[in-house]
Structure formats: structure tokens, C-alpha cells
T-cell receptor
Framework: EAQVTQNPRYLITVTGKKLTVTCSQN?????MSWYRQDPGLGLRQIYY???????DKGDVPEGYKVSRKEKRNFPLILESPSPNQTSLYFC????????????FGPGTRLLVL | AQSVTQPDIHITVSEGASLELRCNYS??????LFWYVQSPGQGLQLLLK????DTLVQGIKGFEAEFKRSQSSFNLRKPSVHWSDAAEYFC?????????????WGLGTSLAVNP
């Protein structure tokens, strides 16, 4: 089944404790991105990647890192999480950048205390 | 500035009634438009999309949307709502942003369905 998977689905952590949210897709998509969803602010892009080893900042990259060592995986790293990073995070992938349909993972709900 | 506006934050309809969710966009070039649905605890699923051609597009789950360039709108419709349609609905437009093409999202419309 074609899908985007994320882990963990729920995470509670404390300020400053490094964490990684994994994202994997099995559709051989080139383009992957991370979004955060916050009430009243909607979905905002954090980082995107157009292919292996090619990543760039989205609209709200501060406090986040990403890597794209393999085509299927695009982990989101919070080196020193802060409470303002409490949010719902979505990974998405598409065949390429642009008008192709983006397929979304189920989301990761993060609480930083 | 590029933006997407969904004027209705929350809508409640009765099961079997018709539905129209509004979406207005601001973008200078030819828009590529999407409607996604987010069910509780789920990711976002594509309902339908418009790139070009026929301005009335059909999607999954019995939804359709009409692109009206003169009104900068892309409203989503369904003739008869089912209880399972209760969800959050998002309109989005693809914009060019430097080396990136990205989605600009509306803030969503929450749909409740009364039995």
C-alpha cells in the first residue's frame, strides 16, 4: 500500500531533550516536506527536500533540522525542543515539486514541557 | 501577497443536506488548487484538484468544486452530506517561491453534521 509513515504518533518530552521524528514513504517520491499545524495559523512548511541530499528551508525552519540521505526517509530533528514547538507535525511527499498531489502522513502530536 | 481564505471557520449541516464550502485565493499566475480533508486524528487526504481545463472538477466521496477565475474562488460542494463527512476541510494553492513550489493553505473549515 502506498503510504507515508511517521513515528512516533505522539510524543511528550521536556525542554532541551533532543528528539527525532521519522518519516518514510514507499512511493519513490522525490519531493518531501514537513509541516506544522497550529490552531489559527493553519499549516506552515518547515523544511522541504527536492531529492536526496537536497534540502531547503520553508517558512518556519527555526529550531528544526532535517536530512535526506535516502530517497524514502526524511527525518525531522529538534536539537533542543522548546514549548513553542508543541504542535501537530505532518510529513508529506509528492512525485516532484509543484502541482503534483502531496501525500500526507498521519501526523505526530508533540508536547514539549 | 499570496493567500488562501476560507471565510467559514465552522459550518453545521444536517445529514442529507447540501454543502458548499467557500475558498478564495490571491495569486497572480494560473492557480493550481486543491481541496484536502482531515478527519479527526488522521492526516490530510486529497479530495480533488484543479490545474486547467474544465472548471468543474469531480473528486472522491461525491465532492466537486468549481473554479471561477473572475471571483478567484474554488468552492467545494456536495449535494447530500453524510455523517462521515464531518471533518476539517482545507483549500490550498500552489505558488512559486524561489526554487520551491509550495502549497499555501487556508485555515480550514470545520464541518459538523447533525443526524
Amino acid at each position: 500500500e502506498a503510504q507515508v509513515t511517521q513515528n512516533p504518533r505522539y510524543l511528550i518530552t521536556v525542554t532541551g531533550k533532543k528528539l527525532t521524528v521519522t518519516c518514510s514513504q514507499n512511493m519513490n517520491h522525490e519531493y518531501m516536506s514537513w509541516y506544522r499545524q497550529d490552531p489559527g495559523l493553519g499549516l506552515r512548511q518547515i523544511y522541504y527536500s527536492m531529492n536526496v541530499e537536497v534540502t531547503d528551508k520553508g517558512d518556519v525552519p527555526e529550531g528544526y533540522k532535517v536530512s535526506r540521505k535516502e530517497k524514502r526517509n526524511f527525518p525531522l530533528i529538534l536539537e533542543s525542543p522548546s514549548p513553542n514547538q508543541t504542535s501537530l507535525y505532518f510529513c508529506a511527499s509528492s512525485l516532484s515539486r509543484g502541482r503534483e498531489t502531496q501525500y500526507f502522513g498521519p501526523g505526530t502530536r508533540l508536547l514539549v514541557l | 501577497a499570496q493567500s488562501v481564505t476560507q471565510p467559514d471557520i465552522h459550518i453545521t449541516v444536517s445529514e442529507g443536506a447540501s454543502l458548499e464550502l467557500r475558498c478564495n485565493y490571491s495569486y497572480g499566475a494560473t492557480p493550481y488548487l486543491f481541496w484536502y480533508v482531515q478527519s479527526p486524528g488522521q492526516g490530510l487526504q486529497l479530495l480533488l484538484k484543479y490545474f486547467s481545463g474544465d472548471t468543474l472538477v469531480q473528486g472522491i466521496k461525491g465532492f466537486e468544486a468549481e473554479f471561477k477565475r473572475s471571483q478567484s474562488s474554488f468552492n467545494l460542494r456536495k449535494p447530500s452530506v453524510h455523517w462521515s463527512d464531518a471533518a476539517e476541510y482545507f483549500c490550498a494553492v500552489v505558488v512559486n517561491a524561489g526554487n520551491n513550489r509550495k502549497l499555501i493553505w487556508g485555515l480550514g473549515t470545520s464541518l459538523a453534521v447533525n443526524p
